[in-house]
């Protein structure tokens, strides 16, 4: 006979979570009490704890805060930062524009990192089935452009002919792997990855950040689709802090092109709607 909850328990068990315990005087995170987590955690180190349910060591701290650091920001010429100071320029509140930035970050701008580490995900089983690493990676990049795509996510950027944040990642994933912190082959997946796609494409093809991040999320045990996730929250300090810089400036209503610029017309010619089609 199946037991009927009372109302109460029922409501308590709708949201239920072992992420936060909270009651009047109480605030525990994953077990810990935040009196205890004030002061003594970095912000970094809760974002970990959150999503883990620990706390990480020295160095995984340092390379998780290392990555997140790196992805920032890009400039105004990124779409989600655009879009941040355009809506702030009209007036909304920054919550808002921040909320339009975000909205943009999907699979073609911010979603490569989480692309990234399914395709490094894809070798990393290939190696624990008995592959070697080369034989690994030539599977899965024979199977990707044999599908039709082109270009690996995570390797080459349009404007950065060598991505600078790409190199300093990798170095401190280098020296986490020396001191244990992280688990899997991702950063010799990457480095083979970058190495087999200059070798296919008869020029180097240098890893950017998102390959570096994925690498890095891969080797600390993230899932991939966290990937993105952790993207929006790195790239919205950039998009706090230009929505913060637009809100200073006078300029109202401010759009994608400078004032007195005007796009291609690219339809029908001028026509008068009492004269016949030819």
């Not at 979570?17 to 077990?31: A, C, E, L, N, Y």
């Not at 920032?72 to 702030?88: E, K, N, T, Y």
């Not at 020296?175 to 950063?187: I, K, L, V």
Request: net charge negative; hydrophobic share 40%; proline share 6%.
């Amino acid at each position: 006979m199946t037991s009927v909850l009372d109302p109460k328990e029922q409501a308590a068990q709708w949201w239920a979570t072992d992420i936060i315990k909270m009651s009047p005087g109480v605030i525990q995170f994953h077990g810990y009490p935040i009196q205890e987590l004030i002061g003594q955690l970095s912000f970094t180190a809760m974002i970990w704890l959150m999503l883990k349910g620990d706390v990480p060591n020295p160095e995984q701290e340092t390379l998780f805060n290392a990555a997140l650091m790196a992805g920032v920001d890009h400039g105004p010429q990124a779409p989600s930062i655009a879009i941040a100071r355009m809506a702030m320029s009209c007036g909304v509140g920054i919550n808002n524009a921040m909320a339009s930035a975000a909205n943009v970050l999907g699979d073609v701008h911010g979603g490569a990192g989480e692309q990234c580490l399914e395709f490094f995900q894809r070798i990393q089983q290939g190696i624990e089935k008995g592959l070697d690493l080369d034989s690994a990676i030539q599977n899965e990049l024979h199977a990707f452009f044999a599908s039709g795509k082109k270009y690996v996510p995570g390797f080459g950027h349009r404007f950065h002919p060598i991505d600078p944040r790409s190199r300093p990642l990798m170095q401190l994933l280098e020296t986490a792997e020396h001191a244990h912190a992280t688990t899997g082959n991702y950063r010799e997946i990457a480095l083979g990855v970058e190495h087999h796609i200059a070798s296919l494409k008869s020029r180097p093809v240098p890893m950017n950040i998102d390959g570096a991040t994925a690498a890095i999320y891969g080797a600390l045990g993230f899932p991939a689709a966290l990937c993105r996730g952790l993207f929006v929250l790195s790239r919205s300090v950039g998009i706090l802090t230009h929505a913060w810089e637009q809100n200073q400036a006078s300029t109202r209503n401010k759009g994608p092109m400078p004032k007195g610029w005007l796009w291609s017309y690219t339809g029908t010619p001028e026509r008068n709607l009492n004269t016949p089609e030819a």
